[in-house]
């Protein structure tokens, strides 16, 4: 019988098997922020150990640094000393950081691909759950606790037992205007935010095949919403491409082993996945979520669904929360919900493509006045490289704020929050109740979208303007 | 992690039962970048009170917690455990521990041992009589001795193999060293590396 992706890449980090025990895995490369990694540091240091490997290991500051005047010290006291003790614990243990002011710093899952850090067939960690992300590169990523950080930096390894094998197959070209966030956030609809538990999910089918490598990104980064620790996409040209020219891409003949060794990454035809779920990518729309978790979401053009109708007690219950947090009646059109903030960025949606996407949309427009736009890129490097194109003008100019790059409104741990009951457009990952400020409301939206409900006040699409 | 066969010192009676991990811990402690230092915190909301047990000179430098029933129930915070070693506690002792306190406690190398009430009673009592009392826990004999009495408890065989060899998870994977060098020389040299710096 013929292996899946994820088997593969699994059978070829072993180092050790026993039977009844979790098999102990080689890890390839340990990305590290502030927020998860001091204790792991500090155990490190109480026991006499080392890092074994810090030539597999980079640090880089994202999670609570501020997106303005980076020049000044940190203002938040808890937000500087984690940053300050991640700075000292990496020179103390030898690790690569790049800390804020530099060109490579930003989203920690930014940084590994522009790096070319990131490549196929590889396992990656960090003490972060959208890990997921770099699996766009048919790679097994995944996000750690804090003593399993410190088991990584001790020994290169962890101990961990074998996920199951889900295919999601998309097959079809999508309709104009549709994204790689479309394709995601319809998949979580369709499995609900608990369906990839257990599961490493493959995304595969023509129109992934058809998606950038950014857009792959997008999609495999929220697999954790859907529930799976991993999502991976098999390489294909357009991977072995975007890491071609990368400062860390394989060279000479180490390129010629690697190209030889990432053509054997797919499932093999015969292979059997333990669940299956096909998705027509011809009948996606623009999406955009509703409620208060990523699996309550709806094509833009429907209306604020009616909890009454829905069979499930506990599904319907979720749902009457979910209306009453968001301050939303069912039967309201989608379309002519109001937005306060819009938020371009995030490790789902701040890389260049993203915001040419968007600076598309705006270019030679306003937005609103009734609203404020934050365009907070997802590295240091996707910003210069925004600003080389001219696309921080078009921002500007149609009255959004240029921000420095991190993490910023995803998750609101820096100054960048909404108000209470402050409703946003973001095209972020995570819709939870306050997750970008205590009571802020939160609609899961591409960059497209994004721009779009800019323009007009009102969740939109590029295709209502 | 320490190798843990035989520990001798003095007893911190605590004559409370359902003491939980805020107790141990309270939150407002759990800002910090370590594991170590918890010690300020450790039983913070009963710190004030003169009459607390763990003011009391008498009972200064046990390394022997005796506690009552339902030891470290409420959260999984692995600070509750980090703040009792910290303090200088080499064993806590109670007739009934919360699973989570216990399977971290183990984790972490600080020995929990389920007596009967009645023993817990009777320690009490001793060294409340006696508070320079010396009781020695001895995980080779499974035994906690002081003066002429003994009484054995149990404890897995798998956890008491591991913190007699002083292995924590990743000093079960330390011994596979050899292995993973192994695998190391194996690996293929096209692997990106973060050092030294390219751009
Ligand atoms: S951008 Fe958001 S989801 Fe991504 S790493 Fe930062 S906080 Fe997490």
């Given at each position: 019988?013929?292996?899946?992706?994820?088997?593969?890449?699994?059978?070829?980090?072993?180092?050790?098997?026993?039977p009844g025990e979790p098999d102990l895995l080689y890890i390839d490369l340990h990305l590290i922020h502030e927020v998860t990694s001091p204790q792991a540091f500090d155990g490190l240091r109480l026991a006499g150990r080392k890092v074994r490997r810090p030539d597999l290991t980079i640090a880089t500051e994202d999670h609570n640094v501020p997106t303005q005047n980076i020049n000044l010290p940190i203002?938040?006291?808890?937000?500087?000393?984690?940053?300050?003790?991640?700075?000292?614990?990496?020179?103390?243990?030898?690790?690569?950081?790049?800390?804020?002011?530099?060109?490579?710093?930003?989203?920690?899952?930014?940084?590994?691909?522009?790096?070319?850090?990131?490549?196929?067939?590889?396992?990656?960690?960090?003490?972060?759950?959208?890990?997921?992300?770099?699996?766009?590169?048919?790679?097994?990523?995944f996000g750690i606790g804090t003593s399993e950080v410190e088991h990584v930096l001790a020994t290169q390894t962890l101990p961990l037992l074998r996920p199951k094998t889900m295919a999601i197959n998309v097959e079809g070209t999508l309709q104009p205007g549709v994204t790689s966030k479309d394709i995601i956030l319809a998949v979580i609809a369709e499995i609900g935010t608990g369906g990839g538990q257990?599961?490493?999910?493959?995304?595969?089918?023509?129109?992934?095949?058809?998606?950038?490598?950014?857009?792959?990104?997008?999609?495999?980064?929220?697999?954790?919403?859907?529930?799976?620790?991993?999502?991976?996409?098999?390489?294909?040209?357009?991977?072995?491409?975007?890491?071609?020219?990368?400062?860390?891409?394989?060279?000479?003949?180490?390129?010629?082993?690697?190209?030889?060794?990432?053509?054997?990454?797919?499932?093999?035809?015969?292979?059997?996945?333990?669940?299956?779920?096909?998705?027509?990518?011809?009948?996606?729309?623009?999406?955009?979520?509703?409620?208060?978790?990523?699996?309550?979401?709806?094509?833009?053009?429907?209306?604020?669904?009616?909890?009454?109708?829905?069979?499930?007690?506990?599904?319907?219950?979720?749902?009457?929360?979910?209306?009453?947090?968001?301050?939303?009646?069912?039967?309201?059109?989608?379309?002519?919900?109001?937005?306060?903030?819009?938020?371009?960025?995030?490790?789902?949606?701040?890389?260049?493509?993203?915001?040419?996407?968007?600076?598309?949309?705006?270019?030679?427009?306003?937005?609103?006045?009734?609203?404020?736009?934050?365009?907070?890129?997802?590295?240091?490097?996707?910003?210069?490289?925004?600003?080389?194109?001219?696309?921080?003008?078009?921002?500007?100019?149609?009255?959004?704020?240029?921000?420095?790059?991190?993490?910023?409104?995803?998750?609101?741990?820096?100054?960048?929050?909404?108000?209470?009951?402050?409703?946003?457009?973001?095209?972020?990952?995570?819709?939870?109740?306050?997750?970008?400020?205590?009571?802020?409301?939160?609609?899961?939206?591409?960059?497209?979208?994004?721009?779009?409900?800019?323009?007009?006040?009102?969740?939109?699409?590029?295709?209502?303007? | 992690?320490?190798?843990?066969?035989?520990?001798?010192?003095?007893?911190?009676?605590?004559?409370?039962?359902?003491?939980?991990?805020?107790?141990?811990?309270?939150?407002?402690?759990?800002?910090?970048?370590?594991?170590?230092?918890?010690?300020?915190?450790?039983?913070?909301?009963?710190?004030?009170?003169?009459?607390?047990?763990?003011?009391?000179?008498?009972?200064?430098?046990?390394?022997?917690?005796?506690?009552?029933?339902?030891?470290?129930?409420?959260?999984?915070?692995?600070?509750?455990?980090?703040?009792?070693?910290?303090?200088?506690?080499?064993?806590?002792?109670?007739?009934?521990?919360?699973?989570?306190?216990?399977?971290?406690?183990?984790?972490?190398?600080?020995?929990?041992?389920?007596?009967?009430?009645?023993?817990?009673?009777?320690?009490?009592?001793?060294?409340?009589?006696?508070?320079?009392?010396?009781?020695?826990?001895?995980?080779?004999?499974?035994?906690?001795?002081?003066?002429?009495?003994?009484?054995?408890?149990?404890?897995?065989?798998?956890?008491?193999?591991?913190?007699?060899?002083?292995?924590?998870?990743?000093?079960?994977?330390?011994?596979?060293?050899?292995?993973?060098?192994?695998?190391?020389?194996?690996?293929?040299?096209?692997?990106?590396?973060?050092?030294?710096?390219?751009?």
């Open positions: 019988m013929g292996k899946t992706l994820a088997e593969k890449i699994w059978a070829d980090h072993i180092v050790s098997s026993n203002a938040d006291p808890v937000s500087k000393l984690q940053v300050d003790t991640l700075r000292a614990n990496c020179a103390e243990f030898g690790v690569r950081i790049h800390s804020l002011g530099d060109a490579e710093q930003g989203i920690v899952h930014v940084v590994g691909p522009q790096l070319g850090i990131t490549q196929p067939g590889m396992t990656i960690v960090c003490g972060d759950s959208h890990t997921s992300t770099h699996g766009a590169f048919g790679a097994l990523a257990g599961f490493v999910l493959e995304y595969r089918g023509s129109a992934i095949r058809a998606l950038s490598m950014e857009g792959r990104m997008t999609v495999c980064n929220m697999s954790i919403e859907a529930g799976a620790r991993a999502g991976l996409i098999a390489p294909d040209q357009t991977t072995f491409d975007y890491v071609h020219e990368k400062p860390h891409a394989p060279e000479g003949a180490d390129w010629d082993a690697a190209l030889a060794y990432w053509s054997t990454l797919h499932s093999d035809a015969d292979a059997v996945f333990d669940k299956e779920i096909f998705i027509n990518a011809e009948e996606l729309a623009p999406f955009v979520t509703w409620g208060t978790n990523p699996g309550q979401g709806l094509p833009l053009s429907a209306n604020v669904p009616n909890p009454a109708d829905i069979a499930d007690l506990e599904e319907r219950g979720a749902a009457e929360r979910a209306l009453t947090y968001m301050g939303l009646v069912a039967g309201t059109p989608l379309k002519s919900i109001k937005v306060d903030t819009v938020f371009l960025g995030s490790c789902t949606n701040g890389r260049i493509e993203d915001l040419r996407a968007a600076a598309q949309v705006l270019e030679g427009k306003k937005i609103s006045p009734s609203l404020r736009m934050l365009v907070v890129p997802g590295s240091a490097r996707v910003r210069l490289q925004a600003e080389q194109e001219g696309l921080d003008k078009v921002f500007i100019d149609a009255g959004a704020e240029w921000r420095n790059a991190g993490c910023s409104m995803c998750l609101g741990m820096n100054p960048d929050q909404l108000a209470p009951q402050e409703r946003s457009a973001s095209t972020s990952n995570r819709n939870f109740e306050g997750r970008q400020g205590k009571g802020g409301r939160t609609h899961l939206v591409s960059p497209l979208v994004a721009a779009a409900t800019a323009l007009r006040g009102t969740l939109s699409s590029p295709a209502d303007l | 992690m320490e190798k843990f066969i035989k520990h001798t010192g003095t007893v911190l009676p605590l004559r409370r039962s359902n003491v939980d991990t805020d107790q141990i811990i309270p939150a407002v402690y759990l800002k910090r970048v370590t594991k170590s230092g918890f010690e300020d915190g450790l039983f913070g909301a009963w710190r004030n009170d003169p009459e607390f047990v763990l003011n009391k000179p008498e009972f200064a430098g046990a390394t022997v917690l005796v506690a009552g029933a339902d030891f470290g129930t409420g959260s999984s915070r692995e600070h509750a455990v980090w703040a009792l070693q910290n303090y200088g506690f080499k064993v806590v002792i109670s007739s009934r521990f919360a699973d989570i306190f216990r399977g971290n406690s183990q984790k972490a190398g600080l020995l929990t041992v389920v007596l009967p009430q009645e023993s817990v009673e009777a320690i009490w009592a001793a060294v409340e009589a006696d508070p320079k009392l010396a009781v020695s826990v001895d995980l080779e004999s499974k035994t906690v001795v002081y003066g002429v009495t003994s009484v054995s408890f149990a404890i897995d065989d798998y956890t008491r193999w591991r913190l007699m060899e002083g292995l924590d998870d990743i000093g079960l994977t330390l011994k596979k060293l050899d292995e993973v060098s192994a695998f190391e020389a194996e690996r293929a040299n096209f692997k990106p590396k973060t050092l030294p710096i390219r751009s």
